[in-house]
């Protein structure tokens, strides 16, 4: 299972989202800080989730960071977060 896999798969345990993308954008970072050989170390989610209603852009971030927390220390060098609730 790849690490964008595994991210969406904890993602939506999580958050059961309406829609979610997990796209690997490490081929735009090679030769950068934090990049290896192979990616898998820079990405961009999108997700939408009514768990996401009446909480904070900071706050929405924080909870993937923390449904995350392993991959952050290990694997993800980068991740970039648009977190929004149902009509946003």
Known sequence: MSIAD???RKLTEAF???AIH???ESAHHAGHAGARPGGETHFRVRIVSTD???MSR???QRKIYEVLSDEMRAQIHALSIDARAPGE
């Open 6 to 8: 595994d991210i969406c």
């Open 16 to 18: 059961r989202p309406l």
């Open 22 to 24: 997990v796209d690997d």
């Open 52 to 54: 996401f209603v009446d």
């Open 58 to 60: 900071v706050a929405r």
